[in-house]
């Protein structure tokens, strides 16, 4: 069993920027691929990025690409969304998720074995 826990959510102002953490139990965290994906008031939940488990490639949904960065240090069991240049429709419950020994990235949430509880970010105009 794989506990998720992410923190770093808030409100900020459009242009402002977010880090997200989550924090993986295990120890088998350098095994896992990890996806962020968010889900707004009234959609369905999104693929945001994700990073292999190695950490040398990340895949981004092309809405945060350039403006959202997704890193991890397996030496502490936890990925990073780094969000910059934040925008009102960025406002969702953004969620972690792991996929348990793959060395493939996946953009579609039923493939992820383990999710977070998820936590706001509010993006104001």
């Known amino acids: 069993q794989v506990r998720l826990v992410e923190s770093g959510g808030g409100l900020v102002q459009a242009g402002g920027s977010l880090r997200l953490s989550c924090a993986a139990s295990g120890r088998t965290f350098s095994s896992y691929v990890m996806g962020w994906f968010r889900q707004a008031p009234g959609k369905e939940r999104e693929f945001v990025g994700a990073?292999?488990?190695?950490?040398?490639?990340?895949y981004y949904a092309d809405s945060v690409k350039g403006r959202f960065t997704i890193s991890r240090d397996n030496a502490k069991n936890t990925v990073y969304l780094q969000m910059n240049s934040l925008k009102p429709e960025d406002t969702a419950v953004y969620y972690c998720?792991?996929?348990?020994?793959?060395?493939?990235?996946?953009?579609?949430?039923?493939?992820?074995?383990?999710w977070g509880q998820g936590t706001q970010v509010s993006v104001s105009s």
């Open positions: 990073i292999k488990s190695s950490g040398d490639y990340t």
């Open positions: 998720a792991a996929r348990t020994y793959s060395t493939v990235v996946f953009t579609t949430e039923n493939l992820y074995d383990y």
